[in-house]
């Protein structure tokens, strides 16, 4: 649990302004706040420094020091924000599902079930480029919007509960899936250790850094930036090395 100092810095880092309560309403500005703020980063695995998923380190890293992490670490911070606001949080490992569908990946991904005073919804803040920027009821077959794109959860029998995203123009896709299955915070730990370590990893290789920006997403992927908006992308442009810190700090307000 945060302490309500704790929670005072998270807001303040967040820019949250508003007095939280238990509804919906609080769940989306908290999370389209930590989108706007926090950006997703694997900086760290890249220079070999070892991840922690205990509280007190997210807290410091991504509050105190300023910096971002994926979804393990983003999940990690806002699960624990939202416990100790009294939302019930039910946490679970998802599986991604883009690329080729015939393979299936490895579980890698962290999604919290929160139960609102008007309802019961998925939130999330780890999910590297385009994402919900609101929590989405959880319920089968209902389609939603942040204002931005579309979405629904539909069930499957291996994956279970599919998340599906529907941008302007475009069809619908698979994002991931998850089963109901309860996972403690101390269960991320493994398949963080393989994103960190495993040579088959894609997190270990290349820099994947990303955050929203009101209607847009900027990411910066290996050494490219992209600003991307309505389902198309608004610029892109291959950065040299030597001013990767100047973008860093610039868009993602990264300084080390």
């Given amino acids: 649990m945060l302490s309500k100092e ?4 998270y807001f303040q880092r967040i820019g ?3 007095t ?7 769940l989306g500005a908290i999370q389209e706040a930590h989108l706007n703020a926090i950006p997703y980063e694997n900086l760290d695995i890249l220079k070999g420094v070892p991840l922690s998923l205990e ?13 971002g992490g994926y979804c393990f670490e983003q999940n990690g911070l806002l699960y624990s924000v939202l416990i100790s ?9 998802g599986r991604f599902i883009d690329g080729e569908p015939q393979v299936i990946q490895e579980r890698r991904h962290r999604v919290l079930r929160v139960e609102a005073e008007d309802g019961v919804f998925i939130c999330d803040v780890g999910v590297y480029g385009e994402s919900p920027r609101k929590p989405l009821r959880f319920v089968e077959g209902e389609v939603q919007t942040d204002g931005i794109a579309q979405y629904k959860y539909l069930r499957d029998p291996f994956y279970g509960w599919v ?4 941008e302007q123009g475009k069809d619908w896709k698979w994002v991931y899936g998850f089963t109901e ?3 403690r915070s101390y269960d991320f730990g493994q398949p963080s250790f393989f994103c960190e370590k495993h040579p088959a990893s894609l997190f270990n290789t290349f820099r994947k850094v990303g955050i929203f ?8 992927l290996d050494n490219v930036f992209t600003v991307y908006q309505e389902g198309k992308i608004q610029r892109r442009e291959t950065v040299p090395e030597d001013q990767a810190p100047a973008y860093l700090e610039r868009y993602f307000g990264l300084t080390e």
């Fill in 6 to 9: 704790q929670l005072a810095l």
């Fill in 16 to 18: 949250y302004e508003g």
């Fill in 20 to 26: 939280p309560d238990r509804t919906s309403a609080t």
């Fill in 55 to 67: 509280e007190r380190d997210l807290f410091d890293k991504m509050v105190v020091r300023k910096r």
């Fill in 85 to 93: 606001l009294g939302f019930p949080v039910t946490q679970y490992c």
């Fill in 163 to 166: 998340e599906c995203q529907r």
């Fill in 181 to 183: 299955e309860f996972w």
């Fill in 213 to 220: 920006q009101g209607k847009a997403s900027l990411t910066y």
